[in-house]
């Protein structure tokens, strides 16, 4: 097996992994805000990560690579300021984070995984923006509402 095919099969098994350890933690009632931030930011971590790998395994363009990582950090960025301004964005865009790897892993099993991180930037861009505008709009309708933000 190739170290692509590799890498896809890797990044399956933590995405299985990162879902289970969720279920578990609700189902045990074990469910904290210290360790939801943790997963949150492990999880970024774990995405800087993949795209190290590929970058430095010279499986995709390091420029395509770096606006894979750019925007999916973003995506994410832009949810959490969001909803901490209190815009809920959960769901909001066509690429979160498990179809980002999603596509990246299943593409990398093939053998392109150059082709799944182009295919993740264009998906994050587009989440991204639709992320941005929707926060835009409802953050505009709270201001000409007359409610401030504090």
């Known amino acids: ?22 279920a578990v933690a609700r189902a045990t009632g074990m ?6 931030f943790l997963d949150s930011t492990l999880d970024r971590l774990g995405e ?27 995506v994410s960025y832009t949810r959490a300021r969001g909803e ?9 865009g066509i690429g979160e984070r498990s179809e980002r790897l999603l596509v990246l892993a299943v593409l990398s099993l093939v053998g392109l995984a150059s082709y799944g991180v182009l295919v993740v930037a ?3 861009i ?12 409802n953050l505009s309708k709270e201001a000409e509402s007359g ?4």
């Open 147 to 150: 409610r401030v933000l504090s």
């Open 48 to 74: 800087v990560a993949i795209y190290l790998g590929i970058m430095v395994g010279g499986y995709s363009n390091p420029e395509w690579v770096l606006l894979a990582i750019t925007f999916s950090l973003l």
């Open 122 to 124: 264009v998906v994050a």
């Open 1 to 22: 097996m190739g170290g692509q095919s590799l890498a896809g099969l890797l990044v399956l098994a933590s995405g299985f992994f990162d879902i289970v350890d969720g």
């Open 126 to 137: 587009l989440t991204f923006l639709q992320r941005t505008g929707t926060a835009w709009m």
């Open 31 to 36: 469910m904290t805000k210290r360790g939801a």
């Open 84 to 92: 901490a301004l209190g815009t809920k964005l959960s769901g909001v």
